[in-house]
C-alpha cells in the first residue's frame, strides 16, 4: 500500500454523529449557530488566545485578516516571506497590494528579521511572516522592528496550530494570526480556518467581512463576502480537538523515529525544535546535500516514489519564482531558492506506523 505524504486525522463515526446530530434536530446548519459558537470556545480555551473569529478555510481568514485592518484601501507594500505555500502571497495580491520579499534564514526556513529593514519603504504597511512546517519565527526581533516602522504583523500560522513558544500560544504574537484547518494539518475541521487576534474592534469588522458587510438585519455598511465556518465543520473541530493530544502524541514518535536514524547522516539536515518551544509536529522536512550525501532531493524522492513513497517537495518552487510571480518579484532570495531546491517533507501524520517510518529511512539511506 503506498504512503502519503499525510492522512486525515478523523474521529470514530460514532463520536461525529453524536456531534451532529442536534443539527439534525435544530435545522441550523450555518451562519455562527450554537456549534460554531462552542467550537470557537473551546477554540479560545485550547490556543489560549483572547479571540478567535473561524471561517470557511485558512486562505479566506488570511485574506480577510488583511482586508480587516484597512490595508486594502490603505495599498502599498507588505514583506514576506517567498518560502511557504502559495495561499499568502495570494492574500496579499488579492488584497491589492504588493508583496516585497524577504529571504529566510537556512536553520529554520522562517523570515530572516535582519533582512527585513533594508526592504521597508514609506509605501511598507505590514509584515507577514509565515511559521512554516510549524517552525515558529523570531516573534520578538519582528515585532521590535514593526514597532519601529509602525506597521501591522499578521502571521501566517497555518502550520502552527497548538504550537506555543515560552509557555505562551502563538497565536499571541503580532497583529493577528491566520490558522488552517485543512484536512492535512495537524488539527483538522475538513476544510476551515480562523485568525486570533486581539483587538475587539476587529472582531465586528471580520465578523461582517465574512458575512457579506451584513452590520444587522436592515444594515449592510461594508463589502464583504461569504467565508463562514458551517456546523458540520465545527462539529468536526470539537471532535478532533477532544483527540489533539493523541495526535501530536503519534506524530511525536514517528518525528523522533526519523531523527533517531536520519538525524546524524552527512549532508542531511533534519528539523531541531528552538528552545522554549512547545512543537506539534505538523511536518517532517528533510534537507539533502546531494554533494556530500550523494543523492539529490529530487533522486530520493523518486527513489521513494518508485517504492510508493510519497513524499512531498512542500515547498518548491518559492513563490517569486513561480509562473505567476516571477515576472513582478525582483528581489534576490538566495536561501529561499537553495532551500526549496533541496528540501523534502517526509510522511508525517497521527496514524504513521513506526515500522513505515523505519522503512522510509532505510530506503534513504540504502
Ligand atoms: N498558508 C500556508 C502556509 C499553507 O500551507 C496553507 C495551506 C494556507 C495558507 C491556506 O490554508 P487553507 O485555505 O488550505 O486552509 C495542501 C492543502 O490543500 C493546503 O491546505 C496546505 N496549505 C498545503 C501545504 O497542502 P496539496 O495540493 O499539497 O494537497 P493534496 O490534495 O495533494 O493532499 C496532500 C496529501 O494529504 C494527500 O497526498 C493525502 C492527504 N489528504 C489530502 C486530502 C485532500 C488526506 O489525507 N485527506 C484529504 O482530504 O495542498
Not at 302 to 330: S, W
Request: net charge negative; proline share 4%; hydrophobic share 40%.
Amino acid at each position: 500500500m503506498s504512503i502519503l505524504v499525510t492522512r486525515s486525522s478523523m474521529p470514530d463515526i460514532e463520536e461525529y454523529m453524536d456531534e451532529i446530530k442536534p443539527i439534525f434536530e435544530s435545522h441550523w446548519m450555518t451562519n455562527m449557530g450554537p456549534v460554531y459558537k462552542k467550537f470557537q470556545k473551546l477554540l479560545i480555551d485550547y490556543l489560549q488566545v483572547p479571540e478567535m473569529s473561524l471561517f470557511v478555510n485558512g486562505h479566506m481568514a488570511l485574506e480577510m485578516a488583511i482586508d480587516a485592518f484597512g490595508l486594502k484601501e490603505k495599498g502599498g507594500e507588505v514583506i514576506t516571506t517567498p518560502f511557504t505555500f502559495v495561499s499568502t502571497t495570494h492574500a496579499i495580491i488579492r488584497n491589492n497590494l504588493k508583496p516585497v520579499f524577504c529571504d529566510i534564514k537556512s536553520d529554520d526556513f522562517t523570515m530572516d528579521p535582519e533582512k527585513i529593514e533594508s526592504l521597508i519603504t514609506n509605501k511598507t504597511v505590514a509584515i507577514i511572516p509565515v511559521h512554516v512546517y510549524g517552525n515558529i519565527c523570531d516573534v520578538e526581533a519582528i515585532q521590535e522592528i514593526a514597532d519601529r516602522h509602525n506597521l501591522k504583523v499578521i502571521y501566517d500560522a497555518a502550520h502552527a496550530f497548538g504550537v506555543k513558544y515560552k509557555g505562551i500560544g502563538i497565536g499571541n504574537f503580532g497583529d493577528a494570526s491566520m490558522f488552517s484547518f485543512h484536512a492535512t494539518k495537524v488539527f483538522n475541521t475538513i476544510e476551515g480556518g480562523s485568525i486570533a487576534f486581539k483587538d475587539k474592534s476587529y472582531r465586528t469588522k471580520l465578523h461582517e467581512l465574512k458575512n457579506f458587510g451584513i452590520h444587522g438585519p436592515e444594515d449592510v455598511n461594508g463589502i464583504g463576502g461569504n467565508a463562514k465556518l458551517d456546523e458540520f465543520r465545527a462539529a468536526m473541530g470539537i471532535c478532533n480537538l477532544r483527540h489533539i493530544e493523541e495526535y501530536i502524541n503519534a506524530r511525536r514518535k514517528a518525528a523522533q523515529c526519523y531523527d533517531k536514524y536520519l538525524g546524524d547522516i552527512p549532508g542531511i539536515r533534519v528539523g531541531r525544535q528552538r528552545k522554549n518551544v512547545t512543537a506539534n509536529y505538523a511536518y517532517y522536512p528533510v534537507y539533502f546535500d546531494g554533494k556530500v550525501f550523494g543523492k539529490t532531493r529530487d533522486q530520493v524522492f523518486e527513489e521513494l516514489a518508485e517504492r510508493g513513497i510519497f513524499a512531498r517537495k512542500y515547498f518548491y518552487p518559492a513563490v517569486n519564482e513561480m509562473t505567476c510571480y516571477k515576472d513582478g518579484c525582483l528581489q534576490n532570495t538566495p536561501i529561499a531558492h537553495n532551500v526549496s531546491t533541496h528540501i523534502l517533507t517526509l510522511p508525517l501524520y497521527e496514524e504513521l506506523a513506526i515500522e513505515d517510518v523505519e522503512r522510509i529511512c532505510s530506503i534513504i539511506l540504502r
